[in-house]
């Protein structure tokens, strides 16, 4: 920060040493939350102070002038003077004295709610060293602009209530000074009944001895009403400056699903350790957990071994990670453990996802997470009925973000990655399987050559649900063969008015689709299909008899 202290000196003309004689000593932390001030520009008397500082970050502590009117500018961080400013605080400072000046609020007019004005907080009386070399001494900052009244509570001690109804953008009325340990401090509401959040405060694990630090509220307790801006969160400015430290939220857990879909014989069972602890005794394939709470902002170790194992040092595979925390994870156990037998012998790993869904982001929809995991298929596309292709060219290993489909009875499509070739068909009845709202992982399971692979499992596509248990086959669609030995006839076909169904069942659904993937009839049920609106040419029928469904290539011809 050498440049900051001389541009103090050559701003206002005066010697180092008068500088000295007639100084306070300033910390400017840059914490609000609004995009539009996501990088200001700092103008001290009309001239350039700090360019481009960051939200979340701090200057160090610096010599300013006293005794001596002083304009501090805010503008945007594209300004070019002072004249671009958005805000403007006029003021003294008085000789010898320390301050610390938090930038908080909103600049913006709307997006954001409540819409607290963007202003500079003022605490003289500041600290740039603990009073005690053992000691941390700690100023806290509510600079949350959508947080209500809060108490700061010391839980690990316990120390009870160390701050006391503070509201925004207010300091607390001085320094706690704190032996340097690792703490544990509660948000709570102003009654002190409501954890709000809680954090780890590991001043003793940060090498905070000696120090003095300023712990501030940051962010929106609830993006969504801020223009999805930053989340709530404790943030730490040292003396030095620069990025502020987030404080981990204590007992931070992140919420993890896993799903067995290793193909091999030999894992056909399998034991899960956690941290070495048993989280799973005789896992089996094609099942999978809940999902779970796990230890987050930590390394956590998790490890598979064989079903009879007895402990964790028996691992067959061990995957060391850090979660973060307030993530949702899915985690897929695939590939080969044993040295032989298997063609091609893919090794066996973990698969992580993250930003994975317990629920659908829309009620109406299915959202559908695509897992490839048949060790010995190709690269395939995925292509429903009616909607095209929703997965084009996952391999072995991939998975494909969520799909978020209307829920439906579709028909899916296995092809090569050219698109020419149908490895399988399978349907995919979410309407049916009652999936309105779910969210769901589908693997692609097994061999494709059995005979290959031991004789394994063969291919298939298997749903996992955020409840766990037993994945859920996918019934294969029927082919063409299939469809005639059913006693199922459509006719006339080209047809110019109606498609009659003539089926030995009573219950038949259908609906019809062009070959862009548009809807052109919609679902309905009966034996007669009235064409006589649709233009000439050829479409997609899909049938639901009895729960067999399948899809035919109709034409129409006037």
């Keep these: 920060m050498k440049k900051i202290t001389l541009l103090f000196t050559t701003i206002l003309g005066i010697s180092a040493m008068s500088v000295t004689a007639q100084t306070a000593r300033v910390q400017v932390i840059h914490n609000s939350p609004d995009a539009a001030a996501a990088e200001v520009d700092v103008y001290l008397n009309g001239d350039m102070l700090e360019d481009d500082f960051a939200f979340r970050t701090a200057t160090p502590f610096i010599d300013a002038p006293a005794n001596t009117p002083l304009t501090i500018v805010v503008a945007p961080g594209n300004s070019t003077s002072a004249a671009d400013g958005i805000y403007t605080l006029t003021t003294s400072l008085a000789e010898n004295e320390t301050y610390i000046i938090v930038a908080n609020g909103l600049v913006s007019t709307t997006g954001y709610s409540p819409l607290q004005p963007f202003e500079l907080s003022v605490f003289a009386g500041a600290r740039e060293v603990a009073t005690s070399p053992t000691a941390v001494d700690m100023l806290v900052s509510h600079g949350s602009p959508d947080a209500p009244t809060v108490d700061v509570v010391e839980t690990s001690v316990p120390a009870g209530t160390v701050v006391n109804n503070i509201s925004f953008p207010s ?109 799973q005794n005789d896992f089996a394939f094609r099942t999978a957990t809940p999902f779970i709470d796990a230890p987050a902002d930590e390394e956590i170790s998790i490890d598979i071994a064989p079903a009879t194992s007895t402990s964790a040092s028996e691992s067959i595979y061990n995957l060391t990670t850090t979660l973060t925390a307030g993530e949702t994870y899915v985690v897929i156990a695939n590939g080969i453990v044993s040295t032989t037998g298997y063609e091609p012998n893919q090794p066996f790993d973990l698969y992580v996802y993250p930003m994975a869904r317990e629920m659908a982001m829309e009620m109406g929809n299915t959202d559908v997470l695509v897992f490839h995991g048949a060790t010995d298929a190709p690269t395939v596309d995925v292509v429903a009925v009616g909607a095209g292709t929703i997965v084009d060219d996952i391999m072995y290993g991939d998975f494909d973000g969520y799909l978020e489909l209307a829920t439906d009875d579709y028909i899916l499509n296995v092809t090569t990655s050219d698109g020419n070739t149908v490895v399988a068909a399978y349907q995919a009845p979410l309407s049916t399987l009652s999936l309105d709202g779910a969210a769901i992982t589908v693997l692609a399971s097994g061999f494709l050559n059995p005979e290959a692979n031991s004789d394994g499992p063969a291919f298939g596509l298997w749903v996992a649900s955020a409840n766990g248990g037993e994945l859920v086959e996918l019934p294969a669609a029927l082919s063409s063969e299939q469809f005639k030995n059913n006693n199922i006839t459509l006719y006339p076909n080209p047809a110019a008015s109606v498609i009659n169904v003539s089926a030995a069942a009573q219950d038949v659904q259908y609906n019809m689709f062009d070959l862009s993937g548009r809807q052109v009839v919609p679902k309905s049920n009966g034996n007669t299909i009235d064409v006589s609106s649709l233009q000439e040419g050829v479409y997609i029928l899909q049938l639901n008899v009895s729960g067999a469904i399948s899809q035919h290539k109709v034409a129409v011809k006037k």
């Design 171 to 279: 300091f607390g009325d001085d320094y706690l000074e704190l032996l340097t340990d690792d703490y544990i401090i509660d948000i709570t509401d102003e009654t002190g009944a409501t954890v709000v959040a809680s954090y780890q405060a590991p001043l003793e694990t940060l090498g905070l001895e000696g120090s003095a630090i300023t712990v501030l509220a940051s962010g929106f307790l609830d993006p969504s009403m801020n223009s999805d801006g930053p989340a709530f969160g404790v943030w730490v400015a040292t003396a030095e400056g620069g990025a502020l430290i987030p404080l981990p939220l204590a007992n931070a857990t992140a919420r993890v699903q896993i799903i067995h879909n290793s193909a091999d014989m030999a894992a056909q069972l399998v034991d899960v350790y956690l941290n070495g602890e048993l989280l």
